[in-house]
């Protein structure tokens, strides 16, 4: 067994601000979609692709990690929907547990069932709390997983889920709204932990503006992670290397 060194999570770690793109393998497949994001993405000086999704199938998600490391430099996570989700292709994986749910499937018995094959595979692993929060609709990882997500208002079991989290030994913290979330994780969920616990965190769910990535940023958010916005309008990297350019000269 030997894990790659904490190269990704040192980067994490480095700065605040920095977005991941969310590819999904259902949707971004071909060559020619690959060859398109990571050529905008680049020119965007996007810090990371992450990889996965509640639904997705091992070849469609061997296949995504592979055209993306044939065609980009920018690293490539997996941030898995389940066991099955795994390629040895990529540089580090987000040992996700579900901790905001009381489903053990999600909390246990999906890294038992990979253990063996993660023992072999040469990836940075990363022990991250996931934290599912209402993000106004109901969300395919809240289905899927059968667990209820933190209510917006619940500050207290926000930071407490994270605190018990990180006592456990989990490294990051990933707070996301789902896929196409109509609102955000609360900005207060972040700087409360953020106050009482010197850990990298992610957010995601629902982020189509620049506004809300530096809001993000500014509340204290390592990576931001934006999926179906870019999806849908790919100009949007534009946007983000004008505001990367000018956040770089401020
Ligand atoms: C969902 O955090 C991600 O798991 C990204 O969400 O697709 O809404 O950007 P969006």
Redesign the pocket.
Known sequence: MKFRSENIYNKFLSSLGQIAI?V?PEKTNTLEQIKKLTKKAAFAKIDYF?V???TVSRNDLEKTVHLLKQNTTIPVVL?PGGSHQLSNEADALLYLSLVSGRNPDYLITHHVNSAQEIAKMNIELIPTAYILVD?GTK?S?AYISQTTPIPREQNSIALNTALAAIFQGKKLV?F??????KELVPFQFVEQLKKAADIPI???????SLSEIEAFKRSGVNVI???????ENIDFLLDIQNYKLSSSTL
């Open positions: 969310l999904d992450f996965g999704g509640s941030f993000g969300s990882v990933y996301d709204a789902g896929s196409g979330a992610i957010i995601g769910g629902g982020i189509k992670v934006i999926g179906n916005h870019i999806e």
